[in-house]
């Protein structure tokens, strides 16, 4: 075979593997979690999980459509004898990935807390790292194998637990939720919405929310550092409420998903990552989930949702540490040094 020869019989394959390489990768993820999240409540002790019993009905996004689901799971979960007959039984008939959800507030060592919980890094660091490894040791005795997948409870990542995550064993985060400043909390509203690498190889995963021009945050930004502190955050974190589009399948509708997932992908976005809480597929358990109708509702936005991308981008669902693993997970950038922010 002359080379020439060789490198035409090789261009099939180079191109499969590019148009491959082009698809937009979709993760499914729930943060599997105790009730009560909603109830402006924070329990240290005592949780239910009931909801988690539900996880089934979602088993047609990835048997019918090819999405497995990743399901980041609080102490409290893997804790829950029943809880943990139900994970088994997405990871093991449906191949969903396990990872960790810390809600530090309830999980051990326990102690004195406020409500609602201050914020992860002004914890005593060593009481912060105990609890994450007790989170950690909980997801391993269920799973069998370290995990490698986390996210933080209510977003509240700052550059101070990063290295603890990496130094555990934590591969891929998906903590970062772009265009939010949390009150009290981080601020992630300039961060980006594609993956990019932090330090130590830990590959960061935001949740999929993009602004309605893209020349907005970044003014915003510039504006909110201009004023008084609380006016500045105030004016930030409202704008998810008038100016930020995404594919959560809670806050957003279909058609507001639709327009999320179209102007990210035009923008430039190969990994779409939508995401909800276990606890809003069980009516009464959240604010705008309180009927049996609204729950079914929710499953079939999701189910339209991901067929529509399907039919559309041809896209391809993956997990969270899949993508880690992913050949195309290399062109992902570093997080720019000196960025503004908590993420």
């Known amino acids: 075979m002359t080379q020439a ?30 009730e009560g999240l909603f109830s402006g409540r924070y329990a240290t002790d005592g949780c239910t999980a009931h909801n988690v019993s539900l996880l089934p009905r979602l088993a047609p996004l990835t048997r019918e459509l090819g999405f497995p689901l990743s ?47 201050i914020p992860a890094d002004q914890l005593d660091a060593d009481l912060l790292r105990a609890r994450l ?38 591969r891929v985060d998906s903590s970062v939720c772009p265009l939010r400043a949390f009150k009290n909390g981080p601020d992630h509203f300039l961060a980006p919405v594609d993956p990019y690498w932090a330090e130590n190889g830990l590959l960061e995963v935001p949740i999929t929310q993009i602004a309605l021009h893209p020349w907005l945050p970044p003014a915003l930004h510039a504006i909110a550092r201009a004023l008084p502190a609380q006016r500045g955050q105030r004016l930030l974190d409202n704008f998810h409420f008038w100016g930020a589009l ?24 190969t990994v779409l990552c939508l995401f909800w809480h276990s606890s809003e597929m069980m009516p009464g358990a959240s604010p705008r989930i309180r009927t049996q109708e609204d729950a079914d509702a929710l499953l079939v936005r999701v189910y339209d949702f991901l067929r529509w991308l399907k039919e559309s981008y041809g896209a391809l669902g993956v997990t969270l540490a899949s993508l880690a693993h992913d ?7 570093a997080r720019p040094a000196g960025g503004y922010g908590d993420w």
């Open 5 to 34: 020869t060789a490198q035409n019989t090789n261009q099939p394959l180079h191109a499969a593997r590019a148009a491959e390489d082009a698809r937009l990768r979709v993760i499914v993820s729930l943060d599997v979690e105790e």
């Open 71 to 117: 399901l980041l799971c609080t102490h409290a979960v893997f804790m829950n004898p029943d809880a943990r007959v139900t994970l088994a039984r997405m990871r093991d008939s449906l191949g969903a990935e396990i990872g960790a959800h810390l809600h530090h507030w309830n999980t051990p060592p326990l102690g004195p807390e406020t409500s609602p919980p």
């Open 133 to 170: 490894r007790s989170l950690l040791r909980a997801g391993q005795d269920f799973q069998g194998e370290a995990l490698q997948v986390f996210r933080m409870g209510r977003w509240d990542l700052k550059a101070a637990i990063r290295p603890l995550l990496a130094a555990e064993g934590i």
């Open 246 to 269: 995404s594919a959560n399948p809670v806050w957003h509708s279909a058609t507001v998903m639709r327009l999320a997932a179209r102007w990210h992908v035009a923008r430039g976005g």
């Open 327 to 333: 050949p195309s997970a290399h062109g992902f950038p």
